[in-house]
């Protein structure tokens, strides 16, 4: 099994571009989260999901769209990149509520300049 | 927000010694969690421990939860090279919220 894999592992975006996160997971996970990670914050929640089709507000959502068209798909989406938003992106999956174990994947190091 | 506040922020120690860290949180929990993180890495869960337990053990891992002093400590004893990374503890509150604190960065020198 692979896991969690994210697309792209970096990238580099200009204020303003857009851009689109991919997250796949194979372990049949109901639950999927975004998480970005910046120095000295911890993880903060941006968006999660409890099933396909559902997306649900975590804690610093503004700036971005999330989706869930498949199982095993989580898509995070920037619409209008801002260097606030350079960090560490991680998706993560777990097999029932929130609360329980969550698998990680490797994250994307995203620089808005 | 953090409710978790791990403590050291960092640590070096010598291989073959015995790492200890401490997570101390505000409100109540339902489950306590650790997780590694390697350099360039995501996160790696290391252990889950409930509200009603005091003691858990996993390998060279051992982790306490004092729900009395809202706070909980991972010991890895016999540390190695690989051992070196940062460490998170996770609290998960009654509403099934998980929420991770800053991390303790620890270095196991050769």
């Known amino acids: 099994n692979a896991g969690v894999t994210q697309t792209p592992k970096f990238r580099v975006l200009k204020t303003g571009q857009s851009m689109t996160l991919l997250c796949a997971q194979d372990?049949?996970?109901?639950?999927m989260y975004w998480y970005r990670q910046d120095p000295g914050m911890g993880l903060r929640l941006i968006h999660y999901?409890?099933?396909?089709?559902?997306?649900a507000k975590g804690e610093v959502p503004d700036g971005y769209n999330v989706s869930r068209l498949k199982k095993q798909n989580f898509l995070l989406g920037l619409e209008s990149a801002a260097p606030s938003q350079t960090s560490v992106y991680f998706c993560a999956s777990s097999y029932l509520r929130r609360d329980y174990e969550q698998y990680f994947g490797p994250g994307t190091r995203l620089t808005v300049t | 927000s953090q409710q978790g506040e791990e403590d050291p922020q960092a640590l070096s120690i010598q291989e073959g010694e015995n790492a200890t860290m401490n997570c101390s949180y505000k409100?109540?929990?339902?489950?306590l969690q650790w997780y590694r993180q390697n350099s360039g890495r995501g996160l790696v869960h290391l252990i889950l421990?409930?509200?009603?337990?005091r003691e858990k053990h996993s390998g060279r891992l051992r982790v306490t939860l004092d729900t009395s002093k809202k706070s909980s400590s991972l010991l890895i004893t016999a540390s190695r090279a690989a051992d070196t990374a940062s460490y998170f503890c996770?609290?998960?509150?009654?509403?099934?919220?998980?929420?991770f604190g800053a991390g303790t960065t620890v270095t196991v020198r050769a």
């Open positions: 409100t109540s929990i339902n489950n």
């Open positions: 999901s409890v099933g396909e089709g559902t997306t």
């Open positions: 372990m049949n996970h109901e639950y």
């Open positions: 996770a609290t998960a509150s009654n509403d099934y919220k998980l929420s």
């Open positions: 421990i409930r509200s009603n337990e």
